[in-house]
């Protein structure tokens, strides 16, 4: 291994352990629990303050030792631009290196072309890219639908929108930007926010599961996710007599639980019985609409609800038999706005399991913001921001 190889790992592991492992560490404490020693330790940090990841607090003395001196991220410098494709629309953030968003922006599509959601997805990056104060992280994280490997950057699929061919999304955004492209599954992309910034500390083994027009999920073992094409948490068969998903099986959770799905029941369901759903237009229906007048308390749109939290409540009770996660969030636009949907899903899964799994499984509901998925895409290229940064300064 090359010193500089060797360097950047320790950097790699000295800046996680100041942005996740420990709490403002001093110099003395990363040296600790890092196994590096104190002068190495040392360089490195001074390194990481010169490039402006990382800042020092004022030192405080604890006890009889030696004075130390808190370390933390600095916010204060680079800024990274994430977005994400949901509900029709690329939603762009540009966010510090603790995700907070300092600025949002928004393109409604309404077309399953490719071209056209393409197109937009570049216009809305090079507008960020215009307005980005102070330092930008050079490179982009985008949260794309269907299913992406984030290795190629390629979308194979997204059923969601008909696409059934390859669309080689991170060669085209470099192309046309200049720039690195980090790709992920939109609703990986909101799992990777919500495990960095949502209040999930206490647990290990995770799934995320965000329901929107798709169903799309992250597994987290050992809190690493589970960065794979091979898992498709949305195509798992739960009904084999079901309704056909846009893959070609039938019954998949994608197809009988989705935001598509849910839309579908209620439309028939006005069909069948005259005055349901009577608080809503037929052409205002989606999926949030019928989220919040089950919050108001709606029979109707809580029975909607409930007839999609039966295949998930399935696929969250084999997903605890076959990985017994220690926590499944449900998330994505419809889980993060619906507390009733949540609530149904947990009573069902424990209805499902046995007592002693109950007991240590809990269903948590997702707290990300409309932009989390934004977030996410950017925190996903943000893993990258050291690598990215020393090679724009060596390229100059
Ligand atoms: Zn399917």
Request: with cysteine.
């Amino acid at each position: 291994m090359q010193n500089d190889d060797l360097e950047l790992i320790n950097s790699q592991t000295i800046l996680r352990c100041i942005e996740h492992d420990l709490d403002k560490p001093t110099r003395a404490q990363i040296a600790k629990y890092t196994g590096l020693s104190r002068n190495a330790t040392s360089v490195i940090t001074q390194k990481l303050i010169k490039i402006g990841l990382i800042k020092e607090l004022e030192t405080t003395r604890t006890g009889r030792g030696r004075p130390g001196t808190p370390l933390v991220v600095d916010t204060s410098v680079w800024k990274a631009i994430g977005t994400a494709f949901y509900s029709g629309t690329w939603n762009f953030v540009i966010v510090n290196l603790l995700g907070e968003v300092l600025m949002n922006h928004f393109i409604p599509v309404n077309s399953r072309d490719r071209k056209a959601i393409v197109d937009s997805l570049i216009e809305g990056l090079n507008f960020m890219r215009s307005h980005c104060p102070r330092k930008m992280i050079p490179a982009f994280g985008i949260g794309a639908p269907g299913l992406v490997d984030h290795k190629t950057g390629h979308i194979f699929r997204a059923d969601d929108l008909g696409w059934k061919d390859v669309l080689p999304i991170k060669d085209i955004i470099e192309e046309k930007t200049g720039l690195p492209a980090f790709v992920i599954n939109r609703y990986q992309a909101n799992g990777v926010a919500e495990i960095r910034y949502g209040n999930h500390k206490n647990s290990h083994n995770m799934v995320y599961l965000g329901i929107g027009t798709g169903i799309s999920g992250l597994i987290y073992l050992d809190r690493e996710p589970l960065m794979t094409t091979k898992y498709r948490l949305g195509h798992m068969v739960i009904d084999p007599h079901g309704p056909m998903c846009g893959c070609g099986q039938v019954g998949c959770l994608q197809a009988m639980a989705s935001e598509l799905a849910l839309v579908e029941f209620a439309l028939r369901q006005m069909k069948l019985k005259p005055g349901f759903l009577r608080k809503i237009r037929k052409e205002d229906l989606n999926g949030q609409v019928i989220a919040s007048l089950a919050e108001e308390g709606d029979i109707d749109a809580r029975t909607c609800l409930n007839y999609i939290a039966d295949p998930l409540a399935i696929a969250v009770s084999t997903l605890a038999n076959a990985i017994a996660p220690d926590e499944v969030i449900i998330g994505g636009p419809l889980g993060d706005s619906s507390n009733y949907l949540v609530d149904c899903i947990r009573k069902r899964v424990h209805a499902h399991l046995l007592d002693w799994q109950n007991e240590q499984i809990s269903i948590s509901q997702g707290t990300q913001s409309y932009f989390g998925p934004a977030i996410g895409a950017a925190t996903f290229m943000l893993e990258q921001k050291l690598e990215l940064i020393l090679n724009s300064a060596n390229a100059q």
